[in-house]
């Protein structure tokens, strides 16, 4: 399953804490194209049927049925650069030590 670093945690909870949004807003995360993956990130209200649902840190994350299977094995992390811009990063689990 999709794991959600201490990062990213921070980040979707800064997304979605707006006093405008509804609570159960989180993540989505959409499989788009064949080949190499690419996806596409955005706020919902909540997660759509057959999506996965990954919580982490109050932290909401869903993931439609293609992307969950693609990221199964994978973490995603969030960044900020120098201009205040944010990033989202998907990478290999860390292996336990």
């Known amino acids: 399953m999709l794991t959600i670093t201490e990062s990213a945690v921070s980040a979707i909870r800064g997304l ?20 190499a993956p690419s996806f596409q990130l955005a706020l919902t209200e909540g997660p759509a049927a057959g999506d996965q649902v ?15 299977a693609v990221l199964e094995d994978k973490a995603l992390d969030a960044q ?9 990063r998907i990478s290999d689990q860390a292996r336990p030590a």
Not at 16 to 35: E, F, M, N, W, Y
Not at 54 to 68: D, Q, S, T
Request: aromatic share 4%; charged share 25%; hydrophobic share 45%.
């Open 80 to 88: 900020v650069n120098e201009q205040g811009d944010l990033a989202f």
């Open 54 to 68: 990954v919580e982490e840190g109050g932290a909401r994350v869903f993931l439609e049925a293609a992307a969950a």
């Open 16 to 35: 979605t804490s707006q006093p405008d949004l509804p609570v159960d807003t989180g993540l989505r995360i959409v499989k788009q194209g064949a080949g």
